[in-house]
């Protein structure tokens, strides 16, 4: 079906000048006027109510908050997001929350008072309260990424269980049984689910996670997988894989690896989850869990503009597959 962004672009306008001609708010030249209708017409466009279902004194706004800006894994699900809303006539304002439960707070409640259509939340995973009673106040909410198991809202996820189990069997098949895990936040589902997998995987094979192998003060930046790194690998018997429960935090093992001697993957492999754009890029280059970014963002906004529609369905959680994606960071033990 043509999206108001076709009729746009057919008529040589922009998305404002259609959204102001077809809700007859605003003035606009007769010339634009003629022409969007003439695109209209010629493309068979038919608005599909979003913005004539919009709540009295809503805005064409759309919020989203995620916890870190500078992430790349956020910044590929915004895109998505913000893709699928403009297309649709709606401006995206984006909110880093920097994984403060407060910031959060106070960027809900400043939304709010701009009357903002609906939201879509990567969550710092504190504020389950607060969302639902935007919830029970009518605005909708989709939750991306991070599942908050109390809020009765539509979630879109990726399968971080299945996921984590892929990286651990991966390992496993080239013959490492001292395995390192880089892990934090745990009371985030995500982790909670990559966790589960890990010890799943672990399990099936007779084996458990050696205490002297976790370190859990990860906080998904490089600086925390390199201090993660230097700790685990001056352990009397250091591990010959490391599992970090994201890319960044793979880099930093990598640059400690490359900094101390530490041949990767030769003396040690070294695997993440994401497969953000650098991923491919790192040297050598990293083997990674890839989810799905963008369309995890296309489907949660995709959610959202059916619920602002009037969708009355019952909340649906959709869990987008991961993918294990093998370059040189890992290899047979040695």
């Not at 029970?136 to 809020?151: K, N, S, T």
């Not at 966790?195 to 205490?211: F, I, N, S, T, Y």
């Not at 685990?232 to 880099?251: E, G, Q, S, V, Y």
């Amino acid at each position: 079906m043509p999206t108001i962004k076709d009729v746009a672009d057919h008529a040589s306008v922009s998305i404002a000048t259609v959204s102001r001609v077809l809700n007859q708010s605003g003035y606009v030249r007769p010339e634009l006027e003629r022409r969007v209708r003439q695109a209209v017409a010629q493309l068979g466009y038919h608005p599909n109510g979003l913005a004539r279902n919009l709540r009295r004194n809503e805005s064409l706004t759309l919020g989203m908050l995620i916890p870190d800006s500078n992430n790349p894994f956020f910044a590929e699900i915004a895109k998505g997001i913000e893709e699928i809303c403009f297309n649709n006539g709606f401006t995206v304002v984006l909110c880093n929350t920097d994984e403060k439960p407060e910031r959060e707070a106070a960027y809900i409640d400043a939304l709010y008072w701009q009357r903002v259509a609906g939201f879509v939340v990567v969550s710092t995973g504190k504020l389950t309260t607060r969302l639902q009673q935007l919830l029970d106040q009518g605005y909708p909410v989709v939750v991306v990424d991070r599942p908050l198991a109390e809020l009765k809202t539509d979630t879109v996820m990726s399968d971080n269980y299945g996921g984590a189990r892929q990286a651990v069997q991966h390992l496993l098949d080239l013959g490492h049984r001292r395995i390192a895990f880089v892990v934090g936040d745990n009371y985030l589902q995500t982790i909670k689910s990559r966790w589960m997998g890990v010890l799943d995987v672990l399990h099936e094979h007779g084996l458990d996670v050696a205490p002297d192998l976790l370190y859990d003060k990860g906080d998904f930046l490089p600086q925390s997988g390199y201090a993660a790194a230097e700790s685990l690998l001056h352990r009397p018997d250091p591990p010959t894989a490391i599992f970090t429960f994201n890319d960044l935090m793979a880099f930093g093992v990598l640059n400690y690896a490359q900094t101390h001697g530490v041949s990767v993957p030769a003396s040690l492999s070294v695997i993440g989850f994401d497969d953000i754009v650098m991923a491919s890029y790192a040297v050598p280059a990293l083997t990674t869990i890839a989810q799905q970014k963008y369309e995890l963002g296309k489907t949660g906004a995709d959610l959202l503009l059916r619920r602002i529609q009037g969708e009355q369905t019952a909340p649906r959680d959709i869990v987008v597959a991961t993918q294990l994606v093998i370059r040189q960071s890992t290899a047979h033990r040695g």
